[in-house]
């Protein structure tokens, strides 16, 4: 429901938010897995895991949220001039 309303809030222009929403489920995924890594000693073994801080996350989220928003935005802007641009072809007049 709450998609639905966010939905026409945006007026569907975001169309790549979705793509971008995927990718950060993925990394939030990812994380706690990297994190575990850290408590099993896996320092000791080879190059161990890397650190991703807080900093890093937020940084991580913001862009990938605003890179398919800015695509969206683009796109919906290059759609309405291509649109637009079709309809100038004169009509007929009317008799």
Not at 28 to 52: T, W, Y
Not at 65 to 77: K, M
Request: hydrophobic share 45%.
């Amino acid at each position: 429901m709450v998609n639905l309303q966010l939905h026409f809030v945006i007026g569907g222009r975001l169309s790549y938010l979705g793509h971008g929403l995927a990718v950060i489920l993925g990394f939030i995924g990812a994380k706690p897995h990297v994190e575990a890594l850290h408590g099993s000693h896996i320092e000791e073994i080879k190059r161990g895991a890397p650190h991703i801080g807080i900093a890093t996350s937020l940084g991580f989220i913001v862009l990938t949220l605003a890179v398919p928003a800015v695509a969206s935005l683009l796109r919906s802007r290059n759609r309405k001039a291509a649109g637009t641009a079709s309809r100038k072809v004169p009509l007929p007049p009317n008799r």
